[in-house]
């Protein structure tokens, strides 16, 4: 890095002043100093990317290898905006500008893209020295505390060590989640003062609590059971609203697990409306009739087993038992006496395992976060705010969140790479 002091010097004046050094905030800095600009990145932390180290559980999924752009988008929140941003610099670019930063990297399943070490620290340094190589200079332990207007432009930005005046300012300082890495939602305030909107953040991509109303027993007793390959459909007013496919993780307050981190935040927006039900399909490929067919089968197999060890041939035994909780039937009647009423019961749960979710977790354990700038305000061909002459945006700070597998990362090396272009144009 340039500079590692924290003392300004009030008399220089920068082209480009980009505020927050998280993913997005690197990529516009480096991409701009590329093209010619005198940069400056300020960050509040004594490091750079203390989000990024946490991605992918410290491997860093850094994009999603859907190369094709209409299928890409479908995975955002408010997706469209982003084509024009990937049509520049989408998972292909991004992988070719990994490669040549020296991060060697690997599709794994789900078309995730990951650094081949598995180690998100490789990615950060990788970036860190891609900062050098471009001469951009980084303020570090920097607040930006203020802004200050003059007439339809920001005259300059006023920080805890002192003032930056620069040309062009690009706001990159995140969302709200997982707040001690230094996103704590201050940058929404400071471009709600310059007259932007901010959609309501909320927590998205973030586990759900649930009701413990089981009859089966508390829903302490499924802690620990990961399902896969199961369907999540979700329920208001009797009406199903989406369904998605995948893994789901019991925890001692309710579920996790890619499916539902990738509800969560629908699931949020519903239940401010009223009550939601999740109707896991504990076999997706099946239909009922043929769940019930292979049921028999095994009844008819293992007349004198238990009903709680015919079922364990086909679930985890703890959720076996915890399912023949739910139909009252017992759990140690053999096979053979198992009446048609209870059989269907059971196949029925099987089928329609019933949760209702009271809350989805706060910020605190959300990985990204629903809401932010809002779109109507910012140009998608270039970045720029439509409200402030010279500003710009890039990252999770707009109102665009996307589903778990490497797609936020990507929008954040796109957006970025595409306003870093745009403040030179
Ligand atoms: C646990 C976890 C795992 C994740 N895993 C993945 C994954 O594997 N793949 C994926 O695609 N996404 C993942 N994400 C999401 C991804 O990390 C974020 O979407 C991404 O980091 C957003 O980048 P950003 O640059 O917009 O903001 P951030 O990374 O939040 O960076 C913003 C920076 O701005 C600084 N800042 C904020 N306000 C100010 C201010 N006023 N003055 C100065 N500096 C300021 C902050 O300190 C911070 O460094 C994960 C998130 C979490 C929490």
Redesign the pocket.
């Known amino acids: 890095m340039q500079k590692k002091d924290t003392k300004l010097k009030k008399e220089i004046k920068y082209d480009v002043a980009v505020?927050?050094?998280?993913?997005?905030?690197?990529?516009v800095a480096a991409t701009a100093a590329e093209l010619g600009a005198k940069v400056v990145l300020?960050?509040?932390?004594k490091q750079?990317?203390?989000?990024?180290l946490?991605?992918?559980?410290g491997?860093?999924?850094?994009?999603?290898a859907e190369f094709n752009l209409r299928e890409l988008v479908k995975s955002y929140n408010n997706g469209e905006f982003l084509f024009h941003a990937f049509s520049v610099f989408g998972p292909k670019e991004t992988i070719e500008f990994f490669e040549k930063l020296g991060v060697k990297t690997k599709i794994e399943n789900g078309k995730?893209v990951?650094p081949a070490s598995n180690d998100?620290e490789e990615v950060l340094e990788a970036l860190n020295k891609f900062l050098v190589k471009n001469k951009v200079e980084v303020l570090f332990n920097?607040?930006?505390?203020d802004v200050v207007k003059k007439g339809n432009r920001i005259g300059k930005i006023i920080?805890n060590t002192g003032e930056v005046t620069a040309k062009k300012y690009i706001f990159?300082?995140?969302?709200k989640?997982?707040s001690l890495?230094?996103?704590?939602?201050?940058?929404y305030k400071?471009v709600e003062k310059l007259g932007h909107t901010i959609i309501n953040p909320k927590p998205a991509?973030t586990p759900i609590k649930l009701k413990d109303n089981l009859k089966g027993g508390g829903i302490k007793n499924l802690q620990g059971i990961n399902l896969e390959n199961i369907r999540l459909s979700v329920f208001q007013n009797n009406k199903k609203q989406f369904s998605e496919p995948g893994e789901i993780l019991f925890t001692h307050f309710g579920i996790s697990g890619p499916a539902v981190l990738n509800i969560s935040g629908k699931v949020g927006d519903l239940l401010e409306l009223g009550e939601v039900k999740i109707i896991v399909d504990l076999f997706p490929e099946l239909n009922q009739e043929e769940v019930s067919e292979s049921f028999e089968e095994m009844l008819k197999k293992y007349p004198k087993k238990t009903s709680k060890n015919v079922l364990s041939e086909f679930l985890q035994e703890r959720l076996a038992e915890f399912i023949l909780g739910i139909s009252g039937i017992d759990k140690d009647k053999t096979a053979n006496n198992m009446s048609k009423i209870e059989k269907a019961m059971l196949v029925k749960i099987l089928k329609n395992f019933e949760l209702t979710p009271e809350a989805v977790l706060g910020f605190e354990g959300?990985?990204?976060?629903r809401g932010g700038v809002s779109l109507k305000e910012i140009d998608h061909k270039t970045m720029q705010s439509k409200i402030i002459d010279n500003l710009f945006f890039?990252?999770?700070?707009i109102d665009v969140?996307?589903r778990?597998?490497?797609?936020?990362?990507?929008?954040?090396w796109s957006?970025?790479y595409l306003a870093g272009k745009s403040v030179i144009d």
Do not use: H
């Open positions: 505020v927050g050094g998280g993913p997005a905030g690197i990529m300020i960050e509040k932390n750079l990317g203390n989000k990024l946490l991605t992918g559980k491997r860093c999924n850094l994009t999603n995730r990951f998100a920097c607040e930006v505390k920080l990159c300082s995140g969302g989640s997982y890495t230094g996103s704590d939602g201050s940058g400071l991509l959300a990985m990204v976060t890039a990252g999770e700070i969140d996307g778990t597998g490497g797609f936020n990362l990507q929008s954040c957006t970025g």
